[in-house]
């Protein structure tokens, strides 16, 4: 038996013991069972294809002898070859049993067999044959009714029992019976795809009995769901809201799908979340409170997760966006604000709704001042406890952080001097868990830092060793959430000054790079001496080089994108982030190379010496800019 499934997917035995156990589905146990694992027998079918077409018939016999028997009972299960392309991959490994010139008589006898059985599939589904007889037993019909051209008007005849007929202004609506409707159900599971069956399929959905529990199936809104989220069904947004009304872990796998989609995603992440969730319907259904929550409280745990990681926030800012935009083409809200978000003071919800680009921007201050005042009185009175806590507060927040992005763009940009309410928000933006004391110190190092920053963009001789410096002193005393905040100052100094463009690519390289790289680096070139390097250290220095990088190519997509979409004008600084935003995306990210080969350096390529018995690396070449090349190898 091992060795018959060598060769074959390693589920085959299992799915031979289920094809037993279903036999041709005629009990309601059998066909719920059936409809439960179609997707996955589809899967294990387009694997057994790709094992098969390697062989010649006769291989494929005299090793797997049992291979007959499971086609042939995937070919009598009337559920599984009407599901999606079962049908068609059942035909492509029948094929493969095929055998144009027979060389003896077990051959021509295995040629017939399958020959008749690719007539029974092809044939199945003429709508004339007994094959479909439990399907039009389910549907209440005789299977005469079944010819194909009538298959239309059958359909259209069940959705309008379905649907609620008006007569001179009064219901007369027919109700289905309970089992009817449930029968009908699943029946429709395998068949959610065939472009007949979506009259059916909407009407299932926008039905409501007046039963006081479900009486669908639930692996009906299943199928359905997974078919809407791989796009193999269309469906108009009211049946799509009751689908997730009525069948919770639809909307939780709808959201699930978009942040596993999205958050992994290659770069160009806030266009690709514009783009998904326009597909989605998720913002459009979110209109109802019910789901905005559930998909909020994914969010929420998402965040928690992955400790505030930029790209979630990223997904729920657009997803928000694209929320409020849903709920203003609304003629008339059929729900107050605080439905969606029961925890926001009104006053504060209300200035956050607004946009950014509703306010000059000479006067941002006021609506940032007042956003910073309202949330620190929540976060830090802690007799408050109606509103959830500092982390209720920053995920309120975090819905609309183009306010924070505004907000160290105004501290750069503005002529007066900062004041501390904005600086708070910045800092309680990024670390809302840090305790009261931590965060008056992440201020006051803000604040030392951009006065720095702010004189020596005044200045006529800027330069990236003066920005870098500013970065890197007072280090030791720095509190360690400062880090990633005053990156984002420096990356947001070069795209705002004026002689940005000149030092740009040298502060993306001391913002991306880390310290102890660097070191490496500098020691190569100034001492002229090959380094080994440890292979741990090398790795963990690689490791924070990509997730460096990675943070400036999101901070450069995300900046763009808000400007887009806030129409911030400002060319130069504009046309500076996607040059910056190309050339990293073009260059490889992986490998001993690519510290350099992000920046355009020639790094050290670490070799082994075939002398050494331990098998040490060393460094041979490295050019940095503006510090000549060396070239040198040495063995210690």
Known sequence: MAREAAGLPADYQFWLWKLSVWG?????????????????????????????????????????????????????NPFILAYDESQKILIWCLCCLMNKEPQNAGELKLTSWTRGLLSHVVSAFRFDTKEVGLFTQCLGYASADYYAGLLKNTVLSLVSELRENHLNGFSTQRRMPPERLR???????????????????????????QE????????????????????????????????????????????LRLLEELVSSEPGLPGRVEGFLKDSLLPEAACH???????????????????????????????????????????????????????????????????????PHGLRYQPLTHISEMLREVVEDQTQGSHGGPLESWFLFAHFGGWADVTAEQLLVSEAEPPEALLWLVAFSDSPCDSNQQRAQTTAELQAVLGRLRKLLRSPLLSAEALYAVATGSRASRPPSCARLIRRLLLNSV???????????????????????????LLIVHEGLATRICPNADGQAMAQTAELTREVTGFLEQTLYRWDHLCTE?????????ELLAELQSKPSAGPRSWGHVFGWCVPS???????????????????????????????
């Open 24 to 76: 041709q589905a005629a009990t309601e146990e059998a066909q719920r069972d059936t409809c439960r694992h179609l997707p996955r027998f589809q899967a294990f079918l387009r694997q057994l294809y790709e094992a098969l077409k390697e062989m010649d018939s006769s291989t494929v016999m005299g090793r797997f002898p049992t291979i007959g028997p499971l086609l042939a009972k995937a070919c009598w």
């Open 183 to 209: 029968s009908l159900s699943r029946v429709c599971v395998p068949l959610v795809t065939l472009p007949d069956f979506k009259p059916l399929v909407e009407a299932l959905l926008i039905y409501h009995g």
């Open 212 to 255: 006081p529990q479900e009486v669908l199936w639930p692996e009906f809104f299943d199928a359905v769901n997974e078919a809407f989220l791989l796009k193999k069904i269309s469906l108009p947004q009211p049946a799509v809201v009751c689908l997730w009304l009525r069948h919770l872990p639809a909307l939780e796998r709808a959201a």
């Open 289 to 359: 409170p019910a789901i905005f929550r559930t998909v909020d409280e994914v969010f929420r745990y998402a965040l928690l997760e992955t400790d505030g990681a930029p790209a979630v926030r990223a997904t729920l800012q657009v997803f928000t966006r694209r929320f409020v935009e849903a709920l203003e083409k609304e003629k008339q809200l059929k729900f107050a604000l605080k439905a969606y978000f029961p925890h926001a003071p009104p006053s504060l919800l209300t200035v956050l709704l607004q946009l950014p680009t509703d306010v």
């Open 495 to 521: 795209l705002w000054a004026s002689g940005g463009r000149a030092i740009a690519r040298d502060v993306v390289t001391a913002v991306s790079v880390p310290s102890a790289s660097r070191l490496v680096l």
């Open 570 to 578: 400002a060319p130069a600084s504009r046309e500076l982030a996607r």
């Open 606 to 636: 670490a070799q082994t010496d075939p002398k050494r018995p331990d098998g040490v690396a060393f460094c041979t070449t490295t050019l940095l800019p503006d510090m000549g090349r060396v070239s040198e190898e040495a063995d210690g």
